[in-house]
């Protein structure tokens, strides 16, 4: 590929194959996207691809070999003329350089050679000049200040006070042509002079004139190929702003690499979504006259990327301006409905949390370059166009408080709420907490049912209510071992002496032997392990089994001498190792501290079965009507938004009280119990919740815990 002339590179094998696309009423953007595995970039940063990250899906930013081609511009290109520093681009426009060596001090090259080696007609060299890109004037190449005024008198007009755009950005006022004229403070002529020869290029004093050649050769090689391509015509004056904004070169004269890679998508947010560069429709900015500071104060559509201070006042416009973007897209693509001026506005006022929802954050915010742009644009596109509102997107996906007015579910006034706290407003009685508190405490288990269940229902419930064991040991299985063996041995479940007691370690050397087997009756004994090794001739255990009464206990304590440190802490163990297996399935009893002494005291094997069994089959009970009432309440909240086809009789599908009339099915309440199951309670203090869709090891993970109303019970010692 060569660039030997203004008008190149030139590739042949690319101008053989976009025509013939053309002619057949595509492009080769578009077939690239369509053909090619990975076609969507990462966009808070295009170096990277995060594991997982789904490269094929058809979405934006495209990756950044499709965007160069959506601006006509070859990987080569890229990659010698806007790649990282400036070392390509001076052997690409070394014919522009030359012209360096040729200017002194105060002088540059005549008018006519600078145009001939740009490649430039008068009229685009005037173009650039009012586009503020570069600094420059013409002076006819004289020698007499006297006669330089009387060149210029006839064909160059005083502007009026403008800002400098080359420093501090302050006004100046027109002064003479030489000397220490500033160089905004003269205009062009709007004709060419009769003899271009005669006139030359003046640097402002303080230039370097090869940055100035580079600057000047890159950026109309860059205009030149975007107005080339199939794309509307871009003026100077707006990539002159583009080019300031998103910084074509750095602050030390240096190509910036990231550039190029920007500049597609915000071409595409221009043509693909229709988002206007500023608010002033009827403004051919290829027609100024006047001279400007190259920026977001020009091309307001900018100050979404502008960090400089100026751009603040134009904020508000340049947002609002993409949310209407974001509606005219939406309306074509998805064919949706006009959703009304009031939800762009509460867009506007929920960007950060609806930007964070969609992969965002305050380090990488979506205004942090054109590509986080078009993503979030995407994203609200699919919002626009989606039957749900902000408010149902926040209440599902966030912790933030609901908004007002905008809430998936009726919620009570601060009055209302005052007075009764689980209510909902007087019209949706039917579905509060208030109906279900009472539809909970209501619940009873009859003998008859207690009769019928066995152990087999007893584990389907728990397994069905999302308990796993997973790869560690069952904690339910080992429960009921402790707790009730001669029910499983009953159900041809064999349950060893030793899978029936609860022991713990404590050596010979540390305990009297005798005072723990003195009296057989007694809830503690102890047992010796001699295997004939002499590491383990003094080991030993203390080992109780259930019941474990509190009186037996205490008895057996006043009875015996002063106890060791090693025997109170083994006392303390096994005193609390039935609470701490039945703390993990605290949320399945109503009362878990009645419970508890309930299931550990009561001597009789077959009351305690018959206790535990009641309140399973109540904690089942109680899952049901809460799946029911969640799958009854979403029925109506569907049917009230004109989803249920109730709502197309004629007597609009409602009773009296407001709430449709079909009850939810079976269907509808298996999957509230399905999601239920997946959930976290939002009060679990689990430091590792399972994501993978395993509710957890232990009912403590489970979301029954805040439906209930239990509360987290905290791990014994």
């Given amino acids: 590929m060569t660039f030997s002339s203004p008008n190149l590179p030139f590739s042949r094998q690319l101008e053989i194959s976009r025509p013939y696309l053309c002619s057949i009423g595509t492009d080769r953007f578009q077939i690239m996207r369509h053909f090619r595995r990975d076609v969507t970039e990462f966009a808070i940063d295009p170096t990277i691809d995060p594991q997982d990250f789904q490269k094929h899906v058809w979405r934006f930013p495209v990756r950044v070999d499709i965007g ?3 601006l006509c511009i070859s990987k080569e290109e890229q990659r010698i003329l806007y790649g990282e520093g400036n070392a390509r681009a001076q052997n690409v426009v070394h014919r522009e350089l030359q012209l360096v060596d040729q200017t002194r001090e105060n002088q540059g090259p005549d008018l006519e050679q600078l145009l001939s080696v740009l490649g430039l007609s008068y009229c685009e060299l005037l173009c650039i000049h009012s586009s503020g890109w570069v600094v420059f004037k013409i002076t006819p190449v004289t020698r007499s200040i006297d006669t330089v005024r009387e060149a210029v008198a006839p064909n160059i007009t005083p502007a009026a006070p403008v800002v400098n755009a080359a420093q501090d950005g302050t006004e100046v006022s027109p002064g003479a042509i030489e000397g220490s004229a500033p160089v905004h403070s003269v205009l062009l002529p709007e004709c060419p002079p009769c003899c271009l020869s005669q006139w030359q290029i003046a640097f402002p004093g303080d230039s370097n004139r090869e940055i100035f050649f580079i600057r000047l050769a890159v950026f109309i090689r860059l205009w030149r190929t975007l107005n080339s391509g199939c794309h509307g015509k871009i003026s100077c ?42 608010d002033n429709y009827d403004h051919d900015e290829s027609d100024d006259k006047a001279i400007f500071t190259p920026g977001s104060s020009r091309t307001k559509i900018l100050s979404l990327w502008d960090k400089s201070d100026s751009a603040i006042q134009d904020w508000d416009w340049a947002v609002r301006a993409l949310l209407h973007a974001v509606r005219t897209r939406a309306e074509t693509e998805f064919k949706c409905h006009d959703r009304g001026s009031e939800f762009l506005k509460i867009i506007s006022y929920n960007l950060d949390p609806l930007a964070k929802l969609a992969g965002f954050s305050d380090a990488n915010p979506w205004n942090q370059s054109p590509t986080c742009t078009i993503r979030f644009a995407e994203v609200l596109t699919k919002i626009y166009a989606s039957k749900f509102s902000v408010g149902e997107i926040l209440f599902l996906f966030t912790t933030k408080d609901h908004l007002d007015g905008d809430d998936p579910f009726p919620i009570a006034s601060r009055l209302e709420t005052i007075d009764r706290p689980l209510s909902l407003p007087d019209d949706q009685l039917c579905n509060s907490l208030e109906r279900l508190r009472k539809q909970l405490l209501c619940v009873e288990i009859s003998d008859e049912e207690c009769e019928t269940a066995g152990w087999h229902k007893i584990e389907s419930i728990i397994r069905d209510a999302g308990y796993s064991s997973g790869d560690g040991p069952d904690a339910f299985l080992n429960l009921a071992e402790h707790f009730f063996p001669e029910t499983l041995e009953h159900y041809s479940r064999k349950v060893s002496p030793s899978k029936r007691r609860y022991s713990t370690p404590l050596a010979i050397n540390q305990t009297s032997p005798k005072i723990w087997s003195a009296d057989p009756c007694t809830p ?156 976290v309670a939002d009060e679990n203090t689990a430091s590792r919740p399972d994501v993978t869709g395993d509710p957890g090891r232990t009912m403590e993970d489970h979301h029954h815990r805040i439906m209930l109303g239990i509360s987290p019970f905290p791990e014994a010692p």
């Fill in 68 to 70: 160069l081609e959506y």
């Fill in 237 to 278: 004056s707006r990539l002159a702003d583009i080019c300031v904004v998103l910084k074509l070169f750095d602050s030390s004269g240096r190509i910036n690499p990231r550039f190029i890679e920007q500049l597609p998508s915000l071409m595409m947010l221009h043509e693909i979504f229709g988002l206007p560069w500023s």
């Fill in 524 to 679: 503690f004994h102890y047992a010796s392990n001699h295997s004939g090794h002499t590491d383990t001739e003094d080991a030993g255990e203390l080992w109780v089994t259930i019941p474990l009464c509190d009186e037996e206990v205490f008895h057996k304590l006043q009875a015996v001498r002063q106890l060791r440190a090693g025997e109170i802490l083994a006392v303390k163990n096994l005193y609390w190792m039935p609470r701490a297996a039945l703390a993990p399935f605290a949320l399945l009893f109503d009362n878990f501290g009645h419970a508890v002494e309930r299931l550990v005291q009561e001597p009789c094997e077959k009351e305690r079965f018959e206790f535990f069994k009641q309140q399973i089959l109540l904690f089942h009970r109680r899952c049901e009507i809460i799946s029911a009432h969640l799958a009854t309440h979403v029925k109506d909240a569907i049917c009230r938004n004109g989803g249920c086809d109730c709502s197309n009789r004629s007597h609009g599908g409602y009773r009296e009280n407001g709430n449709c009339e079909k009850t939810s099915s079976e269907d509808d309440t298996r999957l509230a119990w399905a999601i239920l199951r997946g959930l």
